[in-house]
């Protein structure tokens, strides 16, 4: 039951984020391409891929397959986001949501390996 509450979590979180990516109202695109070297077409992909990743995530419940292929899709765009922030000298601080919920995210990868 946990580790459905942790996917409703994470899924939650980065469905938000991947919405507004996807939107790409107000300077979002632009901070993005200056902060971070992203054009507005990729941030509008990762916005894509962390909401299906997340929906996959939201149907964890129907089987591992779902939780493997949602976390696969998220860790994708969070392993980017990290190195991103990283490279933009933004340090722990910076990553740490990510990091959090890439960690979170892991863990419930590795627990569909479970018996």
Not at 2 to 15: A, W
Not at 38 to 54: L, R, T
Not at 72 to 96: D, M, P, Q, R
Request: charged share 20%.
């Amino acid at each position: 039951m946990l580790k459905y509450l942790v996917n409703l979590y994470v899924g939650s979180k980065v469905f938000e984020g991947g919405l507004d990516k996807i939107k790409a109202e107000g300077n979002l695109g632009e901070d993005f391409e200056s902060e971070f070297n992203v054009n507005k077409d990729q941030m509008k992909i990762a916005g894509y891929f962390e909401a299906v990743g997340s929906i996959f995530l939201f149907l964890s419940f129907l089987g591992k397959t779902f939780t493997r292929i949602g976390t696969f899709l998220i860790n994708a765009v969070l392993g980017v986001a990290i190195l991103k922030h990283l490279k933009a000298g933004h340090g722990y601080e910076g990553s740490k949501k990510a990091l959090g919920l890439f960690g979170l995210n892991t863990l419930s990868f590795l627990s569909t390996f479970r018996k």
